[in-house]
């Protein structure tokens, strides 16, 4: 039913894929409803009444969370191979050794938040990549961005945390493991 509703608002939702394209299961299987809070490796973020997350993307230096609402639509990308954004815009948020930076692009508005990983070598890299149209450059947008956060481990509490690697990818390690009932 909720797909149906995603669609129907002309929220586009892919079917979660892997390398080359393959297909990791249904939508069903990687969708989660707010409040909950979801884990992308390293990053936790916290969906709201009304708000849908959907994996899109698990790959071997990337994946993607799509989370769509009212608003629109917002892409997480947590990545561990990031080259240096450009064009680059003022910091819109420091907090608890993490940089949010806004970011535009051809007149979209996006987000990369800079964080200490474990093989940063204690320097603030990026580590995630916020856009869709959910954001509007607005202060708006530091509502949706507080909800999101990124630690050097995994973080704890998560009703469902996302990996990626080359240990999913191989099978060693699942893509999602959802916190006990």
């Not at 995603?6 to 390398?19: D, F, I």
């Not at 707010?34 to 849908?52: F, K, M, P, V």
């Not at 799509?66 to 064009?87: E, M, N, Q, V």
């Not at 050097?152 to 990626?164: G, K």
């Amino acid at each position: 039913m909720m797909l149906t509703l995603l669609l129907s608002a002309g929220l586009q939702v892919e079917t979660p894929k892997t390398v080359n394209g393959a297909e990791l299961g249904s939508i069903a299987e990687f969708q989660d409803h707010g409040a909950a809070r979801i884990c992308l490796q390293t990053a936790a973020i916290d969906l709201i009444e009304g708000e849908t997350a959907v994996l899109q993307y698990a790959g071997i230096h990337a994946a993607t969370l799509r989370i769509t609402s009212k608003r629109g639509i917002l892409d997480i990308r947590h990545g561990d191979a990031w080259a240096r954004p450009r064009g680059m815009r003022q910091i819109v948020s420091r907090r608890d050794g993490q940089t949010i930076r806004r970011q535009e692009t051809d007149g979209a508005v996006g987000y990369v938040l800079y964080a200490v990983t474990e093989y940063s070598r204690r320097k603030q890299v990026p580590v995630l990549m916020i856009g869709g149209s959910a954001l509007r450059g607005l202060r708006d947008d530091l509502a949706i961005l507080a909800r999101i956060d990124v630690s050097t481990r995994e973080p704890a509490l998560c009703d469902r945390t996302y990996t990626y690697g080359w240990d999913m990818v191989l099978g060693e390690e699942p893509v999602s493991r959802k916190a006990r009932q």
